[in-house]
T-cell receptor
Framework: EAGVAQSPRYKIIEKRQSVAFWCNPI?????LYWYQQILGQGPKLLIQFQNNGVVDDSQLPKDRFSAERLKGVDSTLKIQPAKLEDSAVYLC?????????????FGNGTRLTVT | SQQGEEDPQALSIQEGENATMNCSYK?????LQWYRQNSGRGLVHLILIRSNEREKHSGRLRVTLDTSKKSSSLLITASRAADTASYFCATKNAGNNRKLIWGLGTSLAVNP
């Protein structure tokens, strides 16, 4: 099966600019996650979708971050305006269902550098 | 918030040796999962162990879980250079809050 696709792979922007990331999950996977991973740390959940509904966005900085999952398939994550501390790898993951034992499948991430 | 704490933070071994990584957590869990992350790539699911299981095997991987000590260990036997990666534990909490809580990871270097 095709894996989770993310684009772009790398992005360099200046602070206060905007940026958007795209994710295409594995076909048929109902649950989609966006994680932020700062160098040397574990992933931090930003938002979780079940189909096109938001399940958890408690750690999403909503003053600057937004995400949508139209039609319950692809998803975009946007940052506007970016800050220096947003420099990180943004990982998209999907799972077949939201249950306890459904493993996450990750894309290769987008490495964002904010200068 | 991070719950799992991996130990050690970094580990360097020779090819053919065994590598052991530990994970401690704080609350009651439904299951614990181990993931591998190669440099510049996403995380890959390795193995899941349920709270009522004590040991699980998958190829060269052996995972143990001690719920009384709230800890788990991942053993990689006969390591290979290709095992060089960061390894993360993640816990799925019991109860209503079923978030997957991630540790900070152990960086493993296997030298040829």
């Amino acid at each position: 099966e095709a894996g989770v696709a993310q684009s772009p792979r790398y992005k360099i922007i200046e602070k206060r600019q905007s940026v958007a990331f795209w994710c295409n999950p594995i076909s048929g996977h109902a649950t989609l996650y966006w994680y932020q991973q700062i160098l040397g740390q574990g992933p931090k959940l930003l938002i979780q979708f079940q189909n096109n509904g938001v399940v958890d966005d408690s750690q999403l900085p909503k003053d600057r971050f937004s995400a949508e999952r139209l039609k319950g398939v692809d998803s975009t994550l946007k940052i506007q305006p970016a800050k220096l501390e947003d420099s990180a790898v943004y990982l998209c993951a999907s799972s077949l269902y939201q249950g306890m034992e459904s493993p996450l499948h990750f894309g290769n991430g987008t490495r964002l550098t904010v200068t | 918030s991070q719950q799992g704490e991996e130990d050690p933070q970094a580990l360097s071994i020779q090819e053919g040796e065994n590598a052991t990584m530990n994970c401690s957590y704080k609350t009651s869990i439904n299951n614990l999962q181990w993931y591998r992350q190669n440099s510049g790539r996403g995380l890959v699911h390795l193995i899941l162990i349920r709270s009522n299981e004590r040991e699980k095997h998958s190829g060269r991987l052996r995972v143990t879980l001690d719920t009384s000590k709230k800890s788990s260990s991942l053993l990689i036997t006969a390591s290979r250079a290709a095992d060089t990666a960061s390894y993360f534990c993640a816990t799925k909490n019991a109860g209503n809050n079923r978030k997957l809580i991630w540790g900070l990871g152990t960086s493993l270097a296997v030298n040829p």
